[in-house]
């Protein structure tokens, strides 16, 4: 009978979105802390969300639901970074929003159905879901990985480089020159300035649009490729960790991708050891 209510009570355990929140946020916490090695959470970090979750809400929380609940978010995060490795998409940073006009929601939504829950609509706890399920982002920090750079961002070229300092001693190491002599070496300095700035702008380019070529084109590709090992015995839950440390990884990712199905076999052993 004590089995028996145990049971009925875990089937009545629900996910509400104040219960996610909470989730979201301690995981959140437990991640800055350094408690997700290897991008998998440690027991006593699900211990903490199980007591809080039927602390606060007074229900029956297991590690099993919380567990579940992860692998869950897990799936979704490559969703949203997909979507936004896509040509068409915007990103409203304030609203954590991915935004689109009608005709793309449309045809977006025809073909991907699962697109429908992320667009033009806020992504409830987006930074903390960031720290979660993505690898290593600072939020707040240049420290993200590359699907989620922002590469419409309007700063991007906006490369603080400090070259006053440089000129002014310039200028003051000869205190008897001539007016004209000083705003020679300043005029110099300031070419030399904006070709130091062009130079950082190209490369910063070049980086964006590499980024935004293996986003749009790997991401999804890479996604299904290394869930497809599930039928191999790996588990769910490491697969996807194995995803995000792909996605960071990217000379890695691209050698898992050209393996054979034994040799990645291999591979995913070995990772799981490491």
């Not at 009570?9 to 979105?17: G, M, N």
Request: hydrophobic share 35%; charged share 30%; glycine share 6%.
């Amino acid at each position: 009978m004590g089995k028996g209510n145990k049971e009925g009570t875990s089937k009545q355990f629900r996910w509400t979105k104040p219960i996610e929140h909470l989730f979201l946020e301690i995981l959140a916490e437990e991640a800055q802390k350094g408690n997700k090695p290897s991008n998998t959470f440690k027991a006593v970090s699900i211990n903490r969300v199980v007591e809080a979750i039927s602390e606060n809400f007074q229900v029956q929380c297991d590690a099993k639901h919380v567990k579940n609940h992860l692998r869950t978010v897990k799936k979704q995060w490559p969703i949203i970074c997909t979507i936004r490795g896509e040509s068409g998409f915007g990103w409203d940073d304030n609203m954590k929003m991915i935004t689109c006009d009608r005709a793309t929601y449309d045809a977006a939504v025809m073909a991907h159905k699962k697109y429908e829950s992320f667009l033009n609509k806020s992504i409830d706890h987006y930074n903390e879901m960031a720290l979660v399920v993505g690898k290593d982002m600072a939020i707040g920090s240049f420290a993200r990985t590359f699907a989620d750079i922002d590469l419409n961002d309007d700063n991007i070229d906006s490369v603080p480089i400090d070259c006053e300092n440089e000129a002014t001693e310039e200028v003051r190491t000869d205190v008897s020159s001539s007016g004209t002599s000083k705003r020679k070496r300043k005029k110099a300095q300031e070419s030399v300035n904006d070709e130091q700035i062009k130079f950082v702008g190209e490369q910063l380019g070049k980086i964006a649009n590499a980024l935004e070529q293996f986003t749009a084109d790997k991401t999804p590709h890479l996604y299904e490729e290394v869930m497809s090992m599930e039928v191999e015995g790996f588990d769910d839950d490491f697969l996807c960790s194995v995803f995000d440390y792909l996605v960071s990884h990217e000379s890695e990712a691209k050698a898992f991708l050209i393996k054979s199905k034994e040799h990645r076999k291999i591979w995913l052993q070995k990772f799981s050891q490491g």
